[in-house]
T-cell receptor, first 112, second 112 residues
Framework: GEDVEQSLFLSVREGDSSVINCTYT??????LYWYKQEPGAGLQLLTY?????DMKQDQRLTVLLNKKDKHLSLRIADTQTGDSAIYFC????????????FGSGTRLSIRP | SAVISQKPSRDICQRGTSLTIQCQVD?????MFWYRQQPGQSLTLIAT?????????ESGFVIDKFPISRPNLTFSTLTVSNMSPEDSSIYLC?????????FGQGTRLTVV
C-alpha cells in the first residue's frame, strides 16, 4: 500500500541548515507536499512540488525531488528558533490534491 | 489559498455522547476531507466529504461512527458518535483544489 516514511527527530544548531528527508512509495503521485505543524496548531502548507520538477526554491526553503528513488527533501536555510515544529511530508494519491497520505512527521528542534 | 475555520476548537466530552464538528471554507473547493490525528501520531484520512451524497470512508472508518454531511461546496460537518476515550484526538478538516490542500486549525477532542 501507499507509504510515506521520514525520520522522527532532527536537531540542528541555530543558523545552520536543516535537511528533512522523506521517501514515498506511490510513483503515480503528482504532488508532494511539506506541511508544518507548530505545537497546538493546525497544519500549515509550506510548499509543494509537482512530480515533473527536480527542485523548487522559495526563500529559505528548498525542495529536492528524486523521482527515480522516490526521495523528497526539505532544506531550511539559516534555521531559526521559530522553525521548531513537526514537518510532515505528504504525497497526493493520483493526479490532483485529492487524498493525501502523510508521513509520520519529523520533529525539528533548534539548539543555540 | 483557502482559509478553513473549524468549530469548536476544542471540547471535553463525556463517553457515550456525540460531538459535531463544523468546517467552513472561505471559497469553493473541489474536495473536502476529514482527518484524525491521534496523540503523537500523523494524520489519518477518515473520509472524503462529497457534496450532496454520502461520504466515502477509508478502511477502518464507518458512517455510523463518523457521519459526515456536506450540504454545499464550502461547508461540512463531522460527527463523532457514541464517543469513547479512544476517540480522543485532533480532528482536522481539509479543503483541496487541484494542486493544494489546506487545513483548518483542528478540533482537539478529549473524551472522559
Amino acid at each position: 500500500g501507499e507509504d510515506v516514511e521520514q525520520s522522527l527527530f532532527l536537531s540542528v544548531r541555530e543558523g545552520d541548515s536543516s535537511v528533512i528527508n522523506c521517501t514515498y512509495t506511490d510513483s503515480s503521485s503528482t504532488y508532494l507536499y511539506w506541511y508544518k505543524q507548530e505545537p497546538g496548531a493546525g497544519l500549515q502548507l509550506l510548499t509543494y512540488i509537482f512530480s515533473n520538477m527536480d527542485m523548487k526554491q522559495d526563500q529559505r526553503l528548498t525542495v529536492l525531488l528524486n523521482k527515480k528513488d522516490k526521495h523528497l527533501s526539505l532544506r531550511i536555510a539559516d534555521t531559526q528558533t521559530g522553525d521548531s515544529a513537526i514537518y510532515f511530508c505528504a504525497e497526493s494519491m493520483g493526479s490532483s490534491a485529492s487524498k493525501i497520505i502523510f508521513g509520520s512527521g519529523t520533529r525539528l528542534s533548534i539548539r543555540p | 489559498s483557502a482559509v478553513i475555520s473549524q468549530k469548536p476548537s476544542r471540547d471535553i466530552c463525556q463517553r457515550g455522547t456525540s460531538l459535531t464538528i463544523q468546517c467552513q471554507v472561505d471559497s469553493q473547493v473541489t474536495m473536502m476531507f476529514w482527518y484524525r490525528q491521534q496523540p503523537g501520531q500523523s494524520l489519518t484520512l477518515i473520509a472524503t466529504a462529497n457534496q450532496g451524497s454520502e461520504a466515502t470512508y477509508e478502511s477502518g472508518f464507518v458512517i455510523d461512527k463518523f457521519p459526515i454531511s456536506r450540504p454545499n461546496l464550502t461547508f461540512s460537518t463531522l460527527t463523532v458518535s457514541n464517543m469513547s476515550p479512544e476517540d480522543s484526538s485532533i480532528y482536522l478538516c481539509s479543503g483541496a483544489g487541484v494542486t493544494e490542500a489546506f487545513f483548518g486549525q483542528g478540533t482537539r477532542l478529549t473524551v472522559v
